[in-house]
Nanobody, 119 residues
Framework: QVQLVESGGGLVQPGGSLGLSCAAS????????MGWYRQAPGKERELVAA???????NYADSVKGRFSISRDNAKKTVYVQMNSLKPEDTAVYYC?????????????WGQGTQVTVSS
């Protein structure tokens, strides 16, 4: 079984910065893609940013230039640095990992962490 434990999140003023991290543990042979998703009240969960094991990144248009995703493969950890935060960035942020276990790729999710951007 694989566990994803997120940390970070909280309340920040508009224009501020916040960082999230997510560490994976368990029966992991290799992690393919790691990413962050978010879900605001009344909205569907959406991709924020993702990064492959080789370091290729993908961002939602709404966060390009403001958010930066990175990962440490040795630590099985993914990070996202969020700058110039806006009230519309308020959501529960979820970590996702596509993990190779015993020859099968499985998706796992973290428990979610609240990010609130408000003055």
């Amino acid at each position: 079984q694989v566990q994803l434990v997120e940390s970070g999140g909280g309340l920040v003023q508009p224009g501020g910065s916040l960082g999230l991290s997510c560490a994976a543990s368990g029966s992991i042979f290799w992690i393919n893609v790691m990413g962050w998703y978010r879900q605001a009240p009344g909205k569907e969960r959406e991709l924020v940013a993702a990064i492959t094991s080789g370091g290729h990144t993908n961002y939602a248009d709404s966060v390009k230039g403001r958010f930066s995703i990175s990962r440490d493969n040795a630590k099985k950890t993914v990070y996202v640095q969020m700058n110039s935060l806006k009230p519309e960035d308020t959501a529960v942020y979820y970590c996702n990992a596509n993990v190779l276990e015993f020859g099968v790729l499985n998706d796992y999710w973290g428990q979610g962490t609240q990010v609130t951007v408000s003055s």
